[in-house]
C-alpha cells in the first residue's frame, strides 16, 4: 500500500474518530518517505487542540514561505492596481493579518487612501500589521481594531462607510451563517468589496477523492517550506488539515469554488463584477473577485 492510500486512511479513521488507528496509518506512510505522514504521526502524538492561529510564528513562517512568496506578491500588485483605478479616500481591511498583503500593496500605489481601517482578531498579527504599516513611512491615517469582523460589524463600525472594502484569505474562516452576515455588513457599508480566496475544488466531504485530494495538496504544500517544514506544519498545516478532514473535531475553515463565492456575494446583496485568477498556488488557484 502506497503513502498516499495509508494517508487517505489516516484521514477517514480521524472522521471515524478513530486517532490511534489513524496515528499507525501515518507511521506507515512515514515510513514509505512521506513528510505529511511524518508530521502527522507526530501532530497526532503531541498535540492537544486543533488551534490554528495561535502560534503567530508558524503563521508567519508561513505565509512568507514557499509558494505565498510569489501569491502575496501578485496579489498586492493586484489591490495596487485597484487603488489606483478606484481611487478610494478611505479603505477597509477585514482579517489583515499582519498587513502581509496591504503593506506592499498601499507602498505600490500612487492613490494612498487617506483613512485606513484594519480588523484582525489576532492581537500578535494586528500589532505585527501596524508595526508594518508604521515602518513604511507612509502618511494616512490608521485605524485598528482588534475584533473579529462579526464584532465589528456588530458592536464597532459605528455607522462609518468606506469607499472600498478588502478581505484577503479572511472570510473563508467564518462559518457560512455568520459570513453571510458579514458580507450583508459589508454590502451596507462599502461602495466596492475585493474578496481574495481559493477556487478550490469541490469533492463530497469525506469521500475517498476529497481525502485524497487533500493528502495530495498538503503534501505539496509541506515540501515547498524545507528547514522550516515542521514549524509550519505543526503550527497551522496540520490544525488546518485536521479542521477539514474531520471538522466535527473543530473545523477552521470553509472554502468554496470560485463560483460560490460569488453566489454567496450576490446574496448579500453585491452585484458581481469581476474574477480575476491571481497565482496558481499549490492549494488551489488564488482568485481576487470583485463586487459591489
Not at 495509508?6 to 506507515?28: F, G, T
Not at 477597509?92 to 493579518?97: K, P, Q, S, T, W
Request: charged share 25%; proline share 5%.
Amino acid at each position: 500500500m502506497g503513502s498516499e492510500q495509508l494517508l487517505v486512511d489516516a484521514l477517514s479513521a480521524l472522521r471515524n474518530d478513530d486517532r490511534s488507528a489513524a496515528a499507525k496509518y501515518a507511521a506507515a506512510a512515514a515510513e514509505e518517505g512521506s513528510r505529511l505522514g511524518a508530521e502527522l504521526a507526530l501532530h497526532l502524538d503531541t498535540a492537544t487542540d486543533r488551534a490554528v492561529y495561535d502560534q503567530p510564528a508558524a503563521f508567519t513562517t508561513f505565509v512568507r514561505g514557499g509558494g505565498n512568496v510569489e501569491l502575496y506578491e501578485r496579489l498586492s500588485d493586484a489591490l495596487a492596481r485597484r487603488y489606483d483605478q478606484l481611487r478610494p479616500a478611505t479603505l477597509l481591511d477585514v482579517g489583515c493579518g499582519d498587513g502581509l498583503a496591504l503593506g506592499p500593496a498601499l507602498e505600490r500605489t500612487a492613490q494612498i487612501p487617506a483613512t485606513v481601517d484594519v480588523v484582525e482578531p489576532s492581537a500578535a498579527l494586528l500589532d505585527a500589521a501596524k508595526a508594518r504599516l508604521a515602518e513604511s513611512g507612509l502618511i494616512f491615517e490608521l485605524r485598528t481594531w482588534h475584533a473579529t469582523a462579526q464584532d465589528f460589524f456588530a458592536r464597532l463600525a459605528d455607522g462609518r462607510r468606506w469607499h472600498l472594502a478588502q478581505s484577503t484569505f479572511a472570510l473563508q474562516s467564518l462559518p457560512p451563517d455568520e459570513r453571510a452576515g458579514v458580507l450583508r455588513a459589508l454590502r451596507e457599508t462599502t461602495e466596492e468589496l475585493v474578496l481574495a480566496e481559493f477556487d478550490t475544488p469541490e469533492y463530497p466531504e469525506g469521500s475517498p477523492e476529497h481525502l485524497r485530494s487533500l493528502v495530495t495538496r498538503y503534501e505539496r504544500g509541506i515540501a515547498e517550506y524545507g528547514a522550516d517544514a515542521r514549524l509550519v506544519a505543526q503550527g497551522f498545516m496540520l490544525p488546518m488539515l485536521l479542521g477539514q478532514a474531520a471538522p466535527t473535531g473543530g473545523r477552521n475553515n470553509w472554502e468554496h469554488p470560485a463560483e460560490q463565492w460569488r453566489r454567496q456575494l450576490g446574496e448579500a446583496g453585491f452585484t458581481y463584477l469581476t474574477t480575476e485568477e491571481i497565482a496558481d498556488y499549490w492549494w488551489a488557484p488564488a482568485v481576487l473577485i470583485r463586487a459591489r
